[in-house]
C-alpha cells in the first residue's frame, strides 16, 4: 500500500492553475501509476477536504538538446482536483496568488 504523500508529488503553480482555484480546483504532480480513486482519497486525507471530481492527464517530456546530443526531459502524470462546493480551501495554496 503506498502512502498518500508518494501519491502526490508536488502542486503546479501556473497562472492559469492560480486562475482555476477561484473554482476550487487545485493542480498537483501525482505518480504516474496512481489512478483517479487513489488519487482522490490521497487528497482528502493529506488536505481534509472532499473532492468532487479528478482530472488527469499524462505529460510527455519536453525534447531537450545540448549540442549535438538530444534527449528527452522525464514524462509526469497531472492530476487537476475539483472540491466540492461546501469543502474547505487547501491552505497550502493560501497567500500565493
Do not use: C
Amino acid at each position: 500500500m503506498r502512502s498518500p504523500h508518494d501519491l502526490i508529488k508536488r502542486p503546479i503553480i501556473t497562472e492559469a492553475s492560480m486562475d482555476a482555484m477561484a473554482d476550487k480546483k487545485y493542480t498537483f504532480e501525482v505518480d504516474k501509476k496512481a489512478n483517479k480513486t487513489e488519487i482522490k482519497n490521497a487528497v482528502e486525507q493529506v488536505f481534509g477536504v472532499k473532492v468532487k471530481s479528478v482530472n488527469t492527464m499524462n505529460m510527455l517530456g519536453k525534447m531537450k538538446r545540448q549540442g549535438a546530443h538530444a534527449g528527452r526531459r522525464a514524462s509526469w502524470k497531472k492530476a487537476i482536483i475539483a472540491l466540492t462546493e461546501d469543502s474547505k480551501a487547501i491552505e497550502f495554496f493560501e497567500g500565493m496568488n
